[in-house]
């Protein structure tokens, strides 16, 4: 947990350093992916107490939904389900995840819901592609966010065991580097034992 806290901190105060420790955390998720969801419990109701209870801030309804970090794509999945009219993409650095959230795909012919490997500090969409950016247990790189959120979407950051969660960031933090990328908080909350912060992007002018 102390190693994540870490990683999160380094992520929000000092992002060009990234670099130095994204191949370890690729190699750590890489080897940790066969049996995550069993180990974690990801996809239970409470590792996605907080998400639910965050998706009732967001508003209106998005169209286009990223989930950065998305693992085995359990929360993925459940924006899918929530929004079953918008386009879903999940991204994740490892690609033994991807893989296996890629798997849990149905019969999907339009393509709505889409797993790739990516990097959070370099997302592969252009500017302002997403109406809905959100995250579970993922640190936050404020400037990539902003950068493909669209003026007036939403942000949800989750954390499904509150400060407990090994990759979290103190709602104080989210604050600050929102707040830096004109993205202003909405509320947050708890849920089980998580926490879930809202916030929204400012209209273009």
Same mark, same amino acid.
């Given at each position: 947990?102390? %190693?994540?806290?870490?990683? +999160?901190?380094?992520? &929000?105060?000092?992002? /060009?350093? *990234?670099?130095?420790?994204?191949?370890?955390?690729?190699?750590?998720? $890489? +080897?940790? &992916?066969?049996? /995550? $969801?069993?180990?974690?419990?990801?996809?239970?109701?409470?590792?996605?107490?907080?998400? &639910? #209870?965050?998706?009732?801030?967001?508003? @209106? !309804?998005? !169209?286009?939904?990223?989930?950065?970090?998305?693992?085995?794509?359990?929360?993925?999945?459940?924006?899918?389900r929530e929004? @079953? =009219?918008? =386009?879903?993409?999940?991204?994740?650095? +490892?690609?033994?995840?991807?893989?296996?959230?890629?798997?849990?795909?149905?019969? $999907? @012919?339009?393509?709505?819901?889409?797993?790739?490997?990516?990097?959070?500090?370099?997302?592969?969409?252009?500017?302002?592609?997403? $109406?809905?950016?959100?995250?579970?247990?993922?640190?936050?790189f404020f400037?990539?966010?902003? =950068?493909?959120?669209r003026p007036?979407?939403?942000?949800?950051?989750?954390? +499904?065991?509150?400060? !407990?969660?090994?990759?979290?960031?103190?709602?104080?933090?989210?604050?600050?580097?929102?707040?830096?990328?004109?993205?202003?908080?909405?509320?947050?909350?708890?849920?089980? #034992?998580?926490? *879930?912060?809202? %916030?929204?992007? &400012?209209? #273009? #002018?």
């Amino acid at each position: 947990m102390l %190693a994540g806290h870490a990683i +999160s901190k380094l992520v &929000a105060r000092a992002p /060009w350093l *990234w670099p130095l420790i994204r191949r370890p955390v690729t190699r750590f998720f $890489d +080897s940790a &992916a066969a049996g /995550w $969801d069993e180990r974690t419990g990801a996809g239970s109701p409470d590792h996605l107490a907080p998400l &639910a #209870a965050g998706v009732l801030r967001v508003e @209106p !309804e998005p !169209e286009r939904i990223l989930d950065i970090g998305c693992g085995t794509g359990a929360g993925t999945l459940f924006l899918a389900r929530e929004y @079953p =009219r918008a =386009r879903i993409r999940g991204v994740d650095l +490892s690609e033994a995840m991807i893989a296996r959230a890629t798997a849990k795909i149905g019969l $999907d @012919p339009e393509a709505r819901v889409a797993f790739r490997v990516g990097d959070a500090s370099k997302l592969p969409y252009p500017d302002a592609s997403f $109406d809905l950016v959100a995250q579970v247990n993922m640190p936050v790189f404020f400037a990539e966010v902003a =950068r493909v959120l669209r003026p007036g979407g939403t942000v949800l950051i989750t954390a +499904s065991l509150g400060d !407990e969660t090994p990759f979290t960031t103190p709602g104080q933090t989210l604050d600050g580097g929102f707040a830096r990328h004109g993205i202003e908080a909405l509320d947050s909350g708890e849920a089980a #034992a998580g926490t *879930w912060f809202c %916030a929204r992007k &400012a209209d #273009a #002018a």
